[in-house]
């Protein structure tokens, strides 16, 4: 069924995609997991990052790709239905309306320990209160949304130059290769820290409210995830000089305390309220962006036809972002942050392994398709690259506790036995 609400409003440029992009993984993991990841790392948190990131790049050079062919809200359901067919895409788009949801409930939780550090406000209630309002707010309007990101990822980006530059003097204070708990430490940190990630792939969602899509957002893509890891490493190197592996780990509001050794009190609640910025912020573009995933599934039929509603005056996809809400709301309730950070990088995992998979077979299925972007270094047909990108991916999701390998396996079960009947 055509769907028969108006079209969402083209505002975005490249400097608001690449800044969307920039506040979408910015605030999801450092602000929230850092702690988590060093006492699984060590000192050599800042290595697990950088491992992160390799497999963030080798995926986003195939979001870059596939986003020019096929710049729809639906994004990697639309990439798995023109490689695999209906029934993939539909798992697929599946997980990523929940990593999307999950995710904004893991960084609601981490928006929640600040907000207790500061206030001694329980976690939960606070959680669910951030997730509603940040839902009002897009239910108002995309420009609006997008505004308040740009704002609040200046704010975050201060936060986190304001610890590189206090680790200033702290540099050398400890051995950066200290791993508790050997390379194998590392490799779960890391698994773990892909969440910090999260965010690049779902700028390619934005592609029906951006300018020239084919072309802004693969640039846009590429510009984020390269700031991204330029700060996470430098990050992560003064955290562990300032506070050391084992407070670090133990630490719920992790950059709060290391304010608080480095300057005091005052700088304290200073770095608070930045990370509760930060953390909000995340919040509010990841509900964006499962939001526009359930949109764009409706509105080509593989969801029901209601969640294609558009507001004929704000131009949101109304229904679409209430189900987002209550999905994350429902995820909040857990209350435990790593083990709702590691659901939601289950399904990225399993999602970016398929979105390789789509480039590798639309290569060989579809050669002469125009493609605006290219990923380098092939041999013959078969691209390399998004080889190494499922099979670093297949590695990371090894890396993920028993109880998260069989708790996504189940909803991606759920997706495959349950969606065909209702789309």
Known sequence: MENDSPALKRELGWIEVTLTGVGLTLGAGIYALIGEASALAGNAVWLAFVLSAIVAILTGLSYAELSALFPQASAEHEYALQAFGTRPALVIGWLIILSGAVGASTVALGFAAYLRALQGVPDVPSGLLLIALLSLILLVGIKEAAWLAIIAT?????????VI??????????????MPSGLSGVFQASALLFFAYQGFEEMVKLSEETRDPKRTIPRALISAVAICILLYVMVAVSAV??????????????????ALIALGKDAFVLISIIALFATANTVLLLLLASSR?????????????ALAYVHPTRRTPRNAILVTMAVSMI??????????????????FVAFI?????????????????RPFLVPISL???????????????????QLPTQVLVGGALLAIIGWLILPRIS
């Open 380 to 398: 013959g047909w078969v691209p390399l690259l998004p080889v190494l990108g499922i099979l670093s991916c297949a590695f990371m999701l090894i």
């Open 354 to 370: 398929t979105v390789n998979g789509a480039l590798i077979r639309l290569r060989w299925q579809k050669p002469h398709l125009v």
């Open 331 to 348: 995820f909040v309730l857990v209350g435990d942050i790593a083990l709702v950070a590691n659901l939601t990088n289950f399904t990225i």
């Open 293 to 305: 995933m359930i949109y764009g599934m409706a509105r080509s039929s593989h969801l029901p036809h």
């Open 165 to 178: 530059i206090v680790g200033l003097p702290y540099l050398g204070n400890v051995d950066y290769m200290e």
């Open 241 to 258: 000089s300032i506070m050391g592996w084992e407070s670090l780990g133990a630490s719920s509001a992790p950059f709060a305390e290391i």
């Open 154 to 162: 200046f704010v975050e980006v201060s936060g986190l130059l304001l």
